[in-house]
């Protein structure tokens, strides 16, 4: 399992749990959650899936292998949940659907005679502050933030407030994910632009072509970003 897999190898290079996680900059207990199989007191999947990656890494482990191992427990997991969930199920009683039956008719009925007054409403489109865009939803499309034009190659400026996780993808296909920690810099350059999937929209503050275009989203919130 993945736990057994990363501690044998820690241990076999001599290493103290404490000591990695102070080298790799990841919290002792998640460390110790990982090699405990105790996937309840792991980070959401983003970072989980991060720290494995750089924790195999740091030991000389093919980070494919624990990341399939991971997805393997994951599943496993939510199979032993809904098993246990599925006795609770059963006890909801044909009586209690014939009780709710006539709610959702009232529901409905109300629903077809009132709503044809009411009128549409007017969506109107955000406006962001200046250098700061908008708040995308997990795993909406990507939406485009609007800068200046500039010539020459686009140079996008990540400085991390929080441990955040992104993936940037530039011309040609190529990516790059990486795992930034608090006061972190780190520069990409692009003649096209950047695709940005951002862990912690909240944990990080960008710039383009050295204009401050702020954090891109609340603490924890998943974004995708097109710039420019």
């Known amino acids: ?14 290493l103290e749990l404490k000591g990695v996680a102070h080298n790799l900059r990841i919290q002792y207990e998640y460390l110790k959650a990982l090699e405990n199989n105790d996937l309840q007191k792991l980070p959401p999947d983003v970072y989980t899936r991060a720290y494995i ?11 494919g292998i624990v990341l399939d191992e991971y997805a393997k427990q994951r599943m496993s997991a939510h199979a032993v949940i809904h ?17 709710l039956i006539p709610l959702v008719i009232i529901v409905a009925v109300i629903f077809v ?10 969506r109107t489109d ?13 795993e ?3 939406l485009p933030l609007h800068a200046s034009p500039e010539s020459g190659p686009n140079m996008l400026t990540v400085n991390a407030i929080e441990t955040t996780w992104l993936r940037i993808e530039i011309e040609g296909g190529v990516s790059e994910e990486v795992l930034m920690n608090p006061g972190e810099t780190r520069k990409w350059t692009s003649a096209k632009g950047f ?6 929209a909240g944990g990080v503050r960008l710039a383009l072509n050295d204009r401050d275009m702020g954090v891109p989203g609340a603490k924890g919130q998943v974004v995708n ?3 420019p």
């Open 126 to 138: 955000q406006v962001p502050k200046a250098g700061i865009p908008p708040s995308v939803q997990e």
């Open 83 to 99: 098993a246990e969930a599925s006795p609770v199920q059963k006890k909801f009683s044909f009586r209690r659907l014939g009780l």
């Open 140 to 142: 909406a499309p990507a």
């Open 195 to 200: 695709n940005v999937k951002v862990g912690n």
């Open 113 to 122: 005679i009132y709503f044809p007054r009411i009128s549409p409403l007017t």
């Open 1 to 14: 399992m993945l736990g057994e897999i990363l501690k044998e190898k820690r241990e076999a290079l001599g």
């Open 53 to 63: 990656r750089e924790y195999a890494r740091f030991l000389n482990i093919d980070p």
């Open 225 to 227: 970003l097109t710039l």
